[in-house]
C-alpha cells in the first residue's frame, strides 16, 4: 500500500502520538523488517522511517532516532546518488535535528548544508527551506551566522511556486524576530511577531496562533510596555486554561511582569507554576538548567 501524506499526520506538540501514528503504518508493509519492499514503495517507506526518527528525537530517545536513520542509511547507500532524492534529504535533515538536539553543532551543521545542496539541485523548496532555517536556529554559531540562513530561507520560501514552501513565512518571521530578540533589537522583533501573527490567524490553526500572541507580548514587557504586556498574557492564560492546555511559558512571563511592576508576592505562584510546567516539559531547551533554577527559586519566595 502506498504511504500517505506523512506531513498531514504530524501533530508537533506531542510527538508520542506521532510516533505511534508512523509506527502503526510500517507493520501494514508485510516486509518491511528489512525493508524488503517494491521499488515504488521504498520512497515513501524510507520517508516514513525519518519521521518515525523525528518523532523519536523530539521524544529524545537519540539511540532510537539514530538506529532508526541508520536502517535508512544503509538502504540509501545500495541505490545510486542520483536515486531517492528525498529520502536522502530527509535523512539528513534529521540526522542533523538529532545532533543539534544535544548540541552537536558542527556535524549538525554539516548535514544542514547537505540537505540544502541537494535538495535546492533538485528543486525541492520546501527542504531546502527547512535546512535553511535549521541553519538560522543551529546552536553555537554567532547571530549573523543564524541570520543569514534565516534570511536565505525567507527569501526562497517568498519566492519559491510551491505553496508548501510558501508557509514557511511565517515560521521564518518567528525565528528572526527571536534572533531580534537576542540581538536587543526589540522594535525590530516586534514588527516580524505582529506580521507573523496576522500570518498564523489566516492559517488557521490555534497553536501557532497563540505562540506569536506570546511572542508580541513578550517584546512588548522588554520595550517597556508591561501593562499590554501582563494583560496580553494573562488573556492567553485564561484561553489556555479553558481549553486544559496551560502553559509555562505563559506564566513566566506573567510572573516576569509582576515582577517589573515590583509585585514580587503576586508574581510568586506564576513563577511556581511556571516550573512546575517547564521542568517536565520535553520542548524545553536542555541547554537552560539556569533559567529552572531561577524561575523554582523565584516560586519558592527565596
Known sequence: MPIP??????DYPNPAATLDKFEAIVPSHKRAANLDVPDDHLD?????????????????DYPAAHATLDRVDSVLAAHPPSALITPRVRALLERGRCFNDVMQSDPAVERFLAAWELSTAHNLDFYA???????????????DYLLEWNERAMDLARRSPDPKAQRWVATLQNNIGWTYHDLGRYADA??????????????????????????IHRTQRLLGRVDDAL???????????????????????????????????DAR??????HALLSVNPWFPPNQP???ARLKQLGEGS
Open 231 to 265: 494583560a496580553g498574557q494573562k488573556e492567553l492564560s485564561a484561553e489556555c486554561e479553558t481549553s486544559n492546555d496551560p502553559d509555562g511559558y505563559v506564566y513566566e512571563e506573567i510572573g516576569e511582569c509582576l515582577l517589573t511592576m515590583g509585585r514580587r508576592d
Open 290 to 292: 539556569d533559567r529552572l
Open 5 to 10: 501524506d506523512l506531513d498531514a499526520l504530524w
Open 44 to 60: 515513501g517507506l524510507l520517508q516514513l522511517l525519518t519521521q518515525i526518527a523525528r518523532a523519536q528525537c523530539l521524544l529524545r
Open 269 to 274: 505562584p506564576y513563577f511556581a507554576r511556571a
Open 129 to 143: 527551506v527547512d535546512a535553511a532555517h535549521m541553519l538560522g536556529v543551529v546552536y553555537g554559531r554567532p547571530k
Open 190 to 215: 516586534l514588527v516580524l511577531f505582529e506580521d507573523a501573527l496576522a500570518r498564523r490567524i489566516e492559517q488557521g490553526k490555534p497553536g501557532p496562533v497563540r505562540i506569536a500572541r506570546y511572542a
